[in-house]
């Protein structure tokens, strides 16, 4: 079956890097663009940017496009997110989410990982 | 920059049809999308394009979107759909969710 699984949990200092990746089966990595989206303790959901898993292009929102970067192994499949100089107010469970329609960037979001738990704190 | 509203909370008896809104700018002009989150679950997506239900997604789910608001109706509410809905549109090239809407079934 189509499934996204991430990594694990991960703690790290203020200032620190943190590199999630998400496992994609069950369908071809290469033909959905792949987004990231957080979610702070009990806040809501904060999109993060999407790559396109067969060019390797990307796009940011505003909000992190100094501090992320996502990248891609079609060789296996993974897609990575890498966010730096972590603050605590990083603190967040990170998911990728596979977009529903076939090579679209736009659109409804149909699978999603199980979520990477991300601490900051010193 | 374009933004959506939800109402925090939502309140339901069993049986009864529950109806979340979502308000913004011309919504009406963009795709709306739902998601339903369960405590320590991942979001799961109900409705799409407006009006769409994914394969598996029951048929008490419904959604539509007209001028600034768009609307997850849930007909015939069961416990199960205690859950934190949250409304998505996308923004030139920018992704939106909306705050979320706590639905509580009495």
């Known amino acids: 079956q189509v499934q996204l699984v991430q990594s694990g949990a991960e703690v790290k200092k203020p200032g620190a890097s943190v590199n999630v990746s998400c496992k994609a089966s069950?369908?071809?990595?290469?033909?959905?663009?792949m987004h990231w989206v957080r979610q702070a303790p009990g806040q809501g959901l904060e999109w993060m940017g999407w790559i396109n898993p067969n060019s390797g292009a990307t796009s940011y929102a505003q909000n992190f496009q100094d501090r992320v970067i996502m990248t891609r192994d079609t060789s296996i499949s993974t897609a990575y997110m890498e966010l730096s100089r972590l603050r605590s107010d990083d603190t967040a469970v990170y998911f990728c989410t596979k977009v529903l329609e076939y090579s679209s960037s736009h659109g409804a979001f149909d699978i999603w990982g199980q979520g990477t738990v991300v601490t900051v704190s010193s | 920059s374009f933004e959506v509203t939800q109402s925090p909370s939502v309140s339901v008896s069993p049986g009864q049809t529950a109806n979340i809104t979502c308000s913004g700018d011309r919504l009406g002009d963009k795709y709306a999308s739902w998601y339903q989150e369960k405590p320590g679950q991942s979001p799961v997506l109900v409705i799409y394009q407006d009006t769409k239900r994914p394969s598996g997604i029951p048929e008490r789910f419904s959604g539509a979107n007209s001028g600034n608001t768009a609307t997850l109706t849930i007909s015939g509410t069961q416990s199960m759909d205690e859950a934190e809905y949250y409304c998505q549109a996308w923004d030139s090239s920018s992704v939106v969710f909306g705050g979320g809407t706590k639905l509580t079934v009495l």
């Open positions: 069950g369908y071809t990595f290469t033909g959905y663009y």
